[in-house]
């Protein structure tokens, strides 16, 4: 539902206004109900996306989790340096380390092979009719869902036939109601080019994390192959050296992952009472616990690098969401909307026949909050938890061939050892962290002693009440810590009887507990379904209230916002100014004692001695640019994002929001909603006098010695 502190948005038959506030992460479908010209735009729509001809839409590529843009005809590509962290991480060592110093790959035999998938949208279509065929608001909510998938899955096959070099996915726009069809380009050869040193593209660690004012260089280059040769790209963009000024109009593509803004009232109360506070205090803990095991030890410090960004991302960022819903009145305006909702409903014939839905949608969340706690901890504990996630795949196995012949037993094992062997292999030396991994299973063990469920509390009885005694006997559990390597060896021995009949305390335990896990996750996702069958009823209502205004939530699509330049308030006399310079490096970092503003005196002195070129400098303070922020409305998966000017140049990265703004996964208002970009001119500034990458400017066509 949308929320009173967001605008309303008007879908395909209505005209966008430019003097209304910039919120909207907009399908490319609305491009030419937006009104850009006015709004600042100085080319054409079709310059940013064209069904026929190359257009800006052709650079942009989803990249892991996160966007990134071409940059040049030989596949270079930009984004954050935090996209590319646990990569730059796993290629490093104590001896060679690029994550503390940076990389610069002079040549391309130099450049180093990741792990990465790059994802280039094609082309769309709409295939909501074909997704919804035979669907009825008369069937189950789950022969609802299941025949849905059945026709996304005919869809997707008859679709993959026709283009067998591209990859299909049908996303869900609306839910219940519109799925847009998308066919990608894969690119699976990656390389890493050019990586700031740390204290330079992580300068402020989690101390500034969701913050500004910020100085971080939040970028990196990589380079797309294909066939072992440098991937041509039918479009990249081109880099605008001079930046932006405030008040500049600037828009941005990228692939958004998830907004809430057309979710009921008891959704944001699912998530502000039990989601954002159970996994951010668990993310805590897991934070702490990793920090302690991993010490001074060097070589653990590069291993759990990439998850300790991860989760301490994560808790800041649901804490922020915590924050923004307790301090504005998010919840309690869309339980007044949902009211108008339903008042609308009883005085129109037509929807009298939905009002019980409303009721209805209330008794569902009721529901879903008696097991919402149980079924959060039981999915940390099975994708934490090694040594016990180990205990669970051997225990399942076993029941899968309890009831086979010997002969049976042996053909499916060896049908599916790759398969076994491959799914053991990721829990195979736990042992190695056993010291971590126990203590994630007796807070996870602990954590779930507290539940209602009568068969869950069973499994308790006789261990004890105090958090001391449940420790330990979840200790005792974990007794057998080389359980894994020991079912792994049979595996690969192929003593199959005693790889499926060897047991331990923590087995027995798992296939108490996997059948109560089964039965939860079985009924949270009924829940979901007739949830989902009811939404997009309310939501006719709703549009039908207000002209058909709605804008369908982020999904990891590609999509298109836009807005300006610009400063906030975020508190009484307190303005935020839209940049910050070098300087305010150079002020963080002296005299500072917090390691997140560390800075080597040899990286300060350059700072303070380099006269850079006249276009990387502030026109007005003459000094260069580090950071800015904007009025556009970005979420997670916007990481990475090119930030580009009236005339479709690159004038920044996207890479996260300010603390007030990470509610705008809820609801967003212009008032406090910034994100943050890491400028175009010290992006070039860094590459120039700290990489010394010339070869690099020179492919991005920036010559920075005129």
């Known amino acids: 539902m949308k929320k009173a502190l967001g605008l309303l948005i008007a879908i395909s038959l209505l005209a966008f206004k430019a003097d209304k506030n910039e919120e909207g992460i907009f399908p490319l479908s609305y491009l030419n109900q937006l009104d850009l010209k006015q709004a600042g735009l100085k080319i054409e729509t079709s310059e940013i996306y064209s069904e026929t001809d190359p257009s800006l839409v052709n650079a942009l590529v989803r990249l892991g989790g996160c966007t990134g843009s071409f940059i040049s005809d030989q596949g270079l590509i930009i984004t954050n340096h935090h996209c590319v962290y646990s990569t730059v991480a796993s290629l490093s060592t104590p001896e060679n380390n690029y994550l503390e110093n940076g990389f610069y790959a002079t040549n391309q035999e130099d450049e180093l092979v990741a792990s990465f998938e790059c994802k280039i949208t094609q082309s769309f279509k709409d295939v909501s009719k074909e997704v919804l065929n035979g669907v009825k608001s008369s069937m189950d909510a789950m022969d609802q869902q299941n025949l849905i998938a059945e026709n996304i899955r005919a869809i997707v096959e008859e679709e993959q036939k026709q283009h067998p070099d591209l990859t299909i996915d049908i996303s869900e726009m609306l839910v219940g109601k519109s799925y847009t069809l998308f066919r990608y380009k894969m690119l699976n050869d990656v390389r890493v080019v050019y990586v700031p040193p740390k204290n330079i593209g992580k300068f402020g660690g989690e101390t500034d994390n969701w913050e500004w004012p910020r100085h971080n260089g939040d970028f990196s280059i990589v380079r ?7 991937y041509k790209p039918a479009k990249y963009l081109e880099v605008n050296p001079s930046g932006t000024k405030e008040g500049d109009f600037a828009f941005i593509l990228g692939y958004p992952g998830r907004t809430y803004r057309n979710q009921p009232a008891q959704f944001l109360e699912y998530q502000n009472n039990f989601v954002l506070p159970i996994i951010s205090d668990w993310f805590d803990f897991r934070i702490n616990a990793i920090e302690n095991f991993i010490g001074d030890d060097e070589a653990k410090k590069l291993a759990y690098s990439g998850t300790l960004a991860s989760l301490s991302n994560v808790t800041k960022n649901f804490k922020g969401k915590m924050q923004g ?7 309690a305006t869309t339980r007044r909307d949902q009211e108008l909702l339903k008042k609308y409903a009883e ?17 569902l969340y009721q529901e879903k909050f008696e097991i919402t706690r149980d079924y959060l901890y039981l999915g940390q504990l099975y994708s934490t938890a090694k040594l016990f996630s180990t205990a669970v795949s051997a225990t399942r196995y076993r029941a899968q061939t309890s009831d086979m012949s010997k002969a049976e037993c042996k053909k499916f094992i060896e049908e599916n050892k790759e398969n076994i062997a491959e799914n053991l292999q990721g829990y195979a030396g736990a042992y190695k962290n056993f010291e971590l991994d126990l203590l994630l299973f007796q ?41 894994a390597e020991k079912v792994y060896d049979l595996l690969e021995a192929e003593k199959y009887d005693k790889f499926i009949s060897t047991k331990s305390d923590l087995t027995e335990f798992a296939s108490k507990l996997d059948p109560i896990l089964t039965r939860i996750v079985g009924q949270f996702r009924t829940i979901e379904a007739e949830i989902n069958a009811i939404i997009p009823r309310i939501n006719d209502v709703e549009m039908e209230m207000n002209l058909g205004t709605f804008v369908p939530d982020a999904n990891s699509t590609l999509r298109f916002t836009y807005g300006y330049v610009k400063g906030y308030e975020p508190e009484d006399a307190v303005v935020m ?9 150079i002020e963080k970092s002296e005299g500072s004692t917090n390691p997140d503003y560390y800075l080597q005196s040899e990286i300060i002195e350059k700072f303070k001695s380099v006269e850079p070129a006249d276009v990387l400098k502030h026109p007005k303070n003459k000094q260069v640019v580090v950071g800015f922020i904007y009025n556009m409305d970005t979420t997670g998966g916007n990481s990475g994002s090119p930030i580009m000017d009236a005339y479709g140049r690159i004038v920044g990265i996207n890479f ?19 994100s943050i970009g890491v400028d175009i001119r010290y992006v070039l500034y860094v590459m120039k006098y700290f990489g010394e990458a010339d070869e690099l400017l020179d492919e991005i066509g920036v010559d920075l010695d005129k």
């Open 224 to 230: 797309a192959y294909e066939n072992g040769k440098p």
């Open 325 to 331: 819903l307790q301090r504005t009145s998010v919840i």
């Open 347 to 363: 005085k129109h014939d037509l929807y009298k026949s939905y009002l019980p839905l409303f009721d209805r949608l209330d008794s």
């Open 443 to 483: 807070e996870l063990f602990y954590q779930l002693s507290m539940t209602k469920d009568s068969e869950m509390k069973k499994l308790y009885k006789g261990v004890g009440s105090t958090k001391a005694e449940i420790y330990s006997y979840a200790e005792e559990l974990y007794s057998d810590k080389n359980y």
């Open 577 to 585: 100014s839209p940049f910050t310079t070098i300087q305010g490096i």
């Open 656 to 674: 996260d929001r300010s603390y007030t703004a990470t509610i705008n996964d809820y609801a967003w208002d212009e008032s406090y909603s910034r």
